[in-house]
């Protein structure tokens, strides 16, 4: 069912570092490329979103960078905090996000 | 911001019982919600897509008779999951489409326990 896959697995950065979590994707039907932050026992949490026609969206310290010719999209975390440490996932689904996929996750720990 | 909400939030049952979930847009209409199923340390997986006013549409390999979907209004969708047994024990996650903007908005889940 997984039709979206995302690595690393886990990630460990230092306070300050850069968080880099990347995914990549088959279906060229997909037009719509979120990433949730999700907290042990929580429901996941949008953080921020792209559509294929831009290649680069930044909300705050977040910025999604898209790569449609390589099928592929990442998360960057600028200026990573110990509170960013959650698990993250990818995903995309096509049309009006009726199919939505995700990828297996990373866990992120943010190191003081 | 859109809220969906999900009772309860956690359940233990016997095994051989019925389990029912509710999920509620709160300050939404979906007229779409589906519901997802997610074992520890691992990512979610659709289990199946609810419409109002018909019948969900269930992901190969999800039993429909085992788990019984409703989605009755545009604000909610229950998940009954009938004769529990204990590998049914997971977190169940839902979330709802919002009909103008298409964002999903997911709930907190329910942690369900089956002994």
């Known amino acids: 069912q997984q039709q979206v896959k995302q690595s690393p697995q886990s990630l460990i950065v230092q306070k300050g570092g850069i968080s880099i979590i990347n995914c990549a994707y088959e279906?060229?039907?997909?037009?719509?490329f979120p990433w949730y932050q999700q907290f042990p026992g929580k429901g996941p949490a949008l953080l921020i979103a792209i559509r294929p026609d831009v290649s680069e969206k930044k909300e705050g310290r977040f910025t999604i960078s898209f790569n449609k010719s390589a099928k592929q999209f990442s998360l960057h975390i600028m200026d990573s905090q110990p509170g960013d440490s959650a698990t993250y996932f990818c995903a995309a689904s096509s049309g009006n996000n009726n199919d939505m996929r995700f990828g297996a996750g990373t866990r992120l720990t943010v190191k003081p | 911001g859109a809220v969906v909400s999900q009772h309860p939030s956690w359940v233990i049952c016997k095994s051989g019982t019925s389990v029912k979930i509710e999920c509620r847009s709160l300050?939404?209409?979906?007229?779409?919600m589906f519901w997802y199923r997610q074992f520890p340390k691992q990512s979610l997986m659709l289990m199946a897509t609810?419409?109002?006013?018909?019948?969900?549409?269930?992901e190969q390999g999800v039993e429909k008779d085992k788990f019984l979907i409703n989605h009755a209004s545009l604000t909610l969708s229950t998940l009954t999951v009938t004769s529990a047994h204990p590998e049914d024990s997971s977190f169940y996650i839902c979330?709802?489409?919002?009909?103008?903007?298409?964002?999903?908005?997911f709930g907190p889940g329910t942690r369900l326990t089956v002994t």
């Open positions: 979330s709802a489409r919002d009909y103008s903007s298409y964002e999903q908005y």
């Open positions: 279906n060229t039907a997909f037009d719509y």
């Open positions: 609810s419409n109002e006013g018909s019948k969900a549409t269930y």
């Open positions: 300050d939404f209409q979906a007229t779409t």
